[in-house]
């Protein structure tokens, strides 16, 4: 032990201010998720001064990020004024003695001086058994070569002391699983008395490879008993951690689905989503335009080079009799039983589980238990891919082929997996049988809405019949057809799906089926609206009627079309027109006779009582009682989505946003179940207003967000529309004006002019009159519109109070009368916002006719109803005008209003109102009490730093994105800490926050 005492002695010479070892602050951007073992380190460094060291193993997966860990680990030591040494082991030559040990030494031989080394070595002569370009005089023979490799060892413990010059001293064995056996029994007598050694390790090791070397993994088994080893199992990175690491390489701007598409492929090894990345750069597939990341591919096709030959590198390494396993592994659609893949491989019981034990020791191969039987997977797709990529097709398809006959031997009824594997064994398999699972399994997925997979087997099967000419199977082909038009128009893709359902046409008039030729003309119709070719829409739903009129024993094909018709007349606001097919569609469900249709009638209901093609036709009251009726009938998720989703527009019509956001939710829901990524973005678009509508800001930008990723992931038809107007109403309605112009801007892209969709153009309307109304623009508005109101379908009570406003901007005063009569004219107790809305802009009529006592009152009046609605900001807006009338007659009260007004405008964090409320406070002298001086320097000092830095770059106007960029967090984490300063402060917005910082001078500069 005297050479531990020594070297202690020498560490303790060194100076033992505070900053010997600090106590360190892991930056997030430089390890994702490993952070709970660097924070371990500098205790550990710091146990060294009293002589107690430590063995640290980083264990894990290939690419899991070991040797990026034992850097940091090196950098921090480094930092600790500590001395480090680096040895590496390689699977080349690994049976080589010392390999590690020898690199290690020279390493540091390469930058010193002759004259140190030879001090270093000085009176070493054992070291010339390793070190043979030395010149060491013959050491003594001893004949026991026990002995003489204890002198070896001791020899080498003096030189590695020697080498740490008195300084705390950190060993990085890299690639230990590769270590030579007396390598191996160095590094354990190097161990013995660790714990009284100022001595740290650091071994990286494969937990994979280590299986395959039984003196690494002795080594190992060994150090688990001592107090001094420490064991870091890297685990793969979550998704949030994946999120972390692609924000720190790219910026937190990133294509919209992106991050799921590199966890599907890297399952969250670092290793292979940087190499992922540097192809997707390299190859052009990921780029930037405008500063914006373009995705150009929804998936990888190609594996990047370096990860396949690592990959097959770990392949080539197993054992001959291991390939058949992991080729029946590689090619089974995700997980095979022991039963099947046993079968499969023809091996005898001992072998078969003698492969599976080295292929997963090997990291190939894992296991899991489903409904009490052993199941096998390969344990990373990309692997999974690469083995895949690496077998010849015939090879592969004659597997295939063998799969099948084994699978439905055992009585297998999974048509998924039996799809998967025909599609595999291509000509191999029977083309008729092939033909009929092709479509089992199309017929699956379209029921589940998985529609790009039943599109791939619809095409699988009419390519098959139409290439193998089979004559039995012909009459099939132009259900297909229709199928592929289908399930193409879900997927957006309107082109594809347009020809597909002509080409069906074609082939039915055939077999002159008029039925099905009736819906394909109704299929037409919905894929060319969606294409915004309306007029051609249109025509194509009129012929399609007009044939399936004619089908008098087949009543269901014209309730169809009638039930679109519906829809259709109402965005075209043919009013007449609607009512005749409302009374047509409750003739014909009569009819049809089914559950199913008597729901679509009720929900046709929910809709006439909702559609303001008529005002009349308006009813909250009578879409309650109907919605109830539709909750108690026979009905599909389909029917019944559309239910509850009309029902939420007309409850937000009328600003009954708690009972709209009931049923919004409800359609929500069904969206999720079905899978259709289109109605999620519609339910968000009301639950978007329903959250607005009651002041709920923090729950309305989340979904807005949600309701925009969503559509972009689809990126066509009215889904990307919903989207626009769902982010343009919010930064409309809360004042952002500049960013609501920008989706209005990329709106009139997408929309072409004249648009035509009348409801997609009252939607747009609030969004326009808001911004006009915001930067002064009102009469530019009102000229643009050749000074005449609009028929408005859609938002039927908002959109006159916009448009009323904007005509008093305009200088229509008599125009905005007509507008506020308009607003009053229906019944009081069923719709209140159209009251308050009346109620609001005759109070600004009058102010402008000089009626100011009349304009108090309707005010007044209105603030009472927005509050019955329970819509607090409508309810401050109408109070800031009644203070403002209020300001010269009775300041004292205008004062109580501002106050009030200034209270639920930072509540809600109403900037742009916020603002007007302060210019008016000022206006009327009202100063703003100020926190006691001293008791605001307590609560800076509560705030955290990464607090403080958070409040800083707000008082610089950055949003919560740049926030999250400049301190490298996610927006989330931003929020989390906006709102941990706001409850400590005692305040509640960002202009509060702002002023509080320059009130008290914490560091923010004055503007």
């Given amino acids: 032990m005297e050479r531990i005492y020594r070297l202690r002695n020498r560490i303790a010479e060194i100076p033992q201010g505070r900053d010997v070892f600090p106590i360190m602050t892991v930056k997030k951007s430089q390890m994702m998720e490993r952070e709970k073992y660097l924070n371990q380190i500098p205790a550990i460094l710091a146990n060294l001064m009293d002589g107690k060291g430590a063995i640290v193993a980083i264990m894990g997966e290939p690419g899991i990020g070991k040797t990026r860990l034992s850097q940091e680990i090196m950098h921090i030591a480094s930092e600790h004024r500590c001395k480090i040494l680096l040895g590496r082991s390689y699977s080349v030559g690994s049976d080589t003695a010392y390999t590690p040990i020898l690199e290690m030494l020279n390493h540091n031989f390469r930058g010193a001086s002759p004259e140190k080394v030879s001090a270093w070595t000085k009176d070493l002569p054992d070291l010339g058994k390793l070190l043979r370009r030395f010149r060491f005089p013959e050491p003594p023979q001893v004949g026991d070569p026990a002995l003489e490799k204890t002198r070896l060892f001791e020899s080498l413990v003096c030189l590695v002391e020697r080498m740490a010059e008195g300084q705390p001293l950190v060993i990085i064995q890299e690639d230990l699983h590769f270590a030579d056996p007396a390598s191996l029994e160095f590094l354990h007598y190097l161990s013995r008395g660790m714990n009284i050694s100022p001595l740290m390790m650091v071994c990286t090791i494969d937990t994979f490879e280590l299986s395959a070397n039984a003196n690494a993994n002795g080594f190992i088994q060994s150090l688990r008993k001592e107090e001094f080893f420490k064991e870091f199992r890297l685990n793969r990175l979550s998704e949030h951690g994946v999120a972390r690491l692609l924000a720190d390489r790219l910026g937190t701007a990133l294509p919209d689905g992106f991050i799921p598409l590199i966890m599907k492929h890297s399952e969250g090894v670092p290793l292979f989503i940087d190499e992922l990345l540097h192809s997707l750069l390299e190859t052009g597939v990921l780029s930037m335009q405008d500063g914006v990341w373009i995705l150009s591919v929804r998936s990888i096709e190609t594996i990047p080079f370096r990860i396949k030959e690592l990959i097959k590198e770990r392949i080539q390494r197993i054992h001959s009799g291991d390939h058949k396993v992991l080729l029946y592994?590689?090619?089974?659609?995700?997980?095979?039983?022991?039963?099947?893949?046993?079968?499969?491989?023809?091996?005898?019981?001992?072998?078969?589980?003698?492969?599976?034990?080295?292929?997963?020791s090997s990291g190939l191969l894992y296991e899991e238990i489903q409904e009490m039987e052993v199941h096998y997977g390969i344990y990373h797709a990309l692997v999974k891919d690469v083995v895949y990529e690496e077998l010849p097709i015939m090879v592969r398809r004659r597997a295939y082929k063998f799969f099948i006959e084994v699978?439905?031997?055992?009585?297998?009824?999974?048509?998924?997996?039996?799809?998967?594997?025909?599609?595999?064994?291509?000509?191999?398999?029977?083309p008729i049988r092939t033909v009929n699972v092709f479509l089992l399994n199309a017929e699956r997925a379209r029921s589940l809405h998985a529609y790009a997979s039943a599109a791939k087997y619809y095409k699988s099967a009419l390519q098959l019949i139409q290439t193998n000419k089979m004559a039995e199977e012909k009459t099939r082909i132009p259900l297909l057809l229709k199928r592929l038009g289908e399930a193409h128009k879900m997927l957006g893709e309107y082109s594809e799906a347009g020809r597909y359902c002509l080409e069906a046409i074609r082939t039915y008039v055939q077999y002159d089926d008029q039925k099905e030729i009736a819906r394909l003309h109704g299929l037409l119709s919905l894929i060319f609206w969606e294409s915004r070719e309306i007029e051609q829409s249109v025509q194509y739903l009129e012929d399609g009627l007009a044939i399936a009129r004619k089908q008098l024993a087949s009543p269901e094909v014209r309730y169809e079309l009638l039930l679109t018709s519906l829809v259709y007349l109402s965005?075209?606001?043919?009013?007449?027109?609607?009512?005749?097919?409302?009374?047509?569609?409750?003739?014909?469900?009569?009819?049809?006779?089914?559950?199913?249709?008597?729901?679509?009638?009720?929900?046709?209901?929910?809709?006439?009582?909702?559609?303001?093609?008529?005002?009349?036709?308006?009813?909250?009251?009578?879409?309650?009682?109907?919605?109830?009726?539709?909750?108690k009938m026979e009905v599909d998720d389909e029917t019944l989505f559309r239910g509850y989703f009309v029902s939420a527009i007309n409850f937000i019509f009328c600003g009954r946003y708690e009972l709209s956001g009931t049923y919004s939710q409800k359609s929500l829901e069904i969206a999720k179940r079905m899978h259709i990524p289109e109605y999620e973005v519609r339910s968000y678009w009301i639950?978007?207003?329903?959250?607005?509508?009651?002041?709920?800001?923090?729950?309305?930008?989340?979904?807005?967000?949600?309701?925009?990723?969503?559509?972009?992931?689809?990126?066509?038809?009215?889904?990307?529309?919903?989207?626009?107007?769902?982010?343009?109403?919010?930064?409309?309605?809360?004042?952002?004006?500049?960013?609501?112009?920008?989706?209005?801007?990329e709106l009139r892209r997408l929309v072409p002019y004249p648009a035509k969709d009348g409801h997609i153009v009252d939607m747009m309307a609030p969004i326009e009159m808001m911004i006009?109304?915001?930067?002064?623009?009102?009469?530019?508005?009102?000229?643009?519109?050749?000074?005449?109101?609009?028929?408005?379908?859609?938002?039927?009570?908002?959109?006159?109070?916009?448009?009323?406003?904007?005509?008093?901007?305009?200088?229509?005063?008599?125009?905005?009368?007509?507008?506020?009569?308009?607003?009053?004219?229906?019944?009081?107790?069923?719709?209140?916002?159209?009251?308050?809305?009346?109620?609001?802009?005759?109070?600004?009529?009058?102010?402008?006719?000089?009626?100011?006592?009349?304009?108090?009152?309707?005010?007044?009046?209105?603030?009472?109803?927005?509050?019955?609605?329970?819509?607090?900001?409508?309810?401050?807006?109408?109070?800031?005008?009644?203070?403002?009338?209020?300001?010269?007659?009775?300041?004292?009260?205008?004062?109580?209003?501002?106050?009030?007004?200034?209270?639920?405008?930072?509540?809600?964090?109403?900037?742009?109102?916020?603002?007007?409320?302060?210019?008016?406070?000022?206006?009327?002298?009202?100063?703003?009490?100020?926190?006691?001086?001293?008791?605001?320097?307590?609560?800076?000092?509560?705030?955290?730093?990464?607090?403080?830095?958070?409040?800083?770059?707000?008082?610089?106007?950055?949003?919560?994105?740049?926030?999250?960029?400049?301190?490298i967090i996610s927006p989330r984490t931003?929020?989390?800490?906006?709102?941990?300063?706001?409850?400590?402060?005692?305040?509640?917005?960002?202009?509060?926050?702002?002023?509080?910082?320059?009130?008290?001078d914490l560091s923010v500069e004055h503007h």
């Fill in 772 to 967: 006009a109304l915001g930067t002064e623009k009102a009469a530019d508005y009102y000229a643009s519109m050749n000074q005449t109101r609009p028929y408005y379908v859609v938002y039927p009570w908002l959109n006159p109070a916009l448009w009323g406003e904007i005509q008093l901007s305009a200088g229509d005063r008599m125009g905005a009368l007509a507008s506020v009569k308009e607003l009053l004219a229906g019944n009081k107790e069923e719709n209140l916002f159209a009251w308050a809305l009346g109620k609001r802009l005759y109070g600004k009529v009058d102010y402008a006719l000089g009626n100011k006592e009349a304009s108090v009152l309707h005010f007044h009046e209105a603030a009472d109803l927005f509050s019955k609605l329970q819509m607090p900001l409508e309810q401050a807006r109408s109070l800031l005008f009644y203070a403002d009338m209020m300001m010269e007659g009775d300041p004292e009260e205008a004062k109580n209003k501002l106050l009030q007004c200034l209270e639920t405008f930072e509540h809600l964090d109403a900037e742009y109102d916020l603002n007007m409320t302060q210019s008016l406070m000022k206006k009327l002298g009202v100063r703003m009490p100020k926190p006691d001086a001293a008791n605001s320097k307590k609560k800076e000092t509560e705030l955290s730093n990464r607090e403080m830095e958070v409040a800083r770059l707000v008082a610089e106007g950055l949003t919560n994105i740049e926030i999250a960029e400049a301190l």
């Fill in 974 to 1000: 931003v929020s989390t800490h906006l709102e941990k300063i706001y409850r400590r402060l005692g305040i509640n917005s960002r202009a509060s926050l702002v002023k509080y910082l320059m009130d008290y």
């Fill in 571 to 631: 965005r075209l606001k043919r009013a007449e027109d609607y009512c005749q097919v409302y009374e047509e569609i409750q003739e014909v469900h009569k009819l049809v006779g089914t559950p199913r249709a008597a729901a679509q009638a009720k929900v046709a209901e929910i809709d006439y009582w909702t559609s303001c093609v008529f005002k009349e036709n308006f009813s909250p009251r009578n879409v309650q009682a109907s919605v109830e009726q539709l909750e």
């Fill in 687 to 745: 639950q978007v207003q329903a959250d607005l509508f009651g002041g709920n800001w923090k729950l309305a930008i989340p979904k807005m967000d949600i309701c925009v990723s969503k559509a972009r992931r689809i990126d066509v038809g009215r889904p990307l529309l919903y989207a626009y107007i769902t982010k343009g109403f919010v930064y409309a309605w809360m004042g952002n004006f500049a960013d609501a112009q920008l989706c209005l801007d």
């Fill in 329 to 360: 592994a590689a090619i089974s659609k995700s997980i095979v039983s022991h039963r099947i893949l046993h079968q499969l491989t023809q091996m005898n019981e001992d072998d078969f589980l003698s492969a599976i034990q080295r292929l997963k």
């Fill in 407 to 430: 699978l439905e031997e055992s009585g297998s009824d999974d048509v998924e997996y039996l799809a998967h594997l025909y599609d595999g064994a291509g000509p191999e398999a029977d």
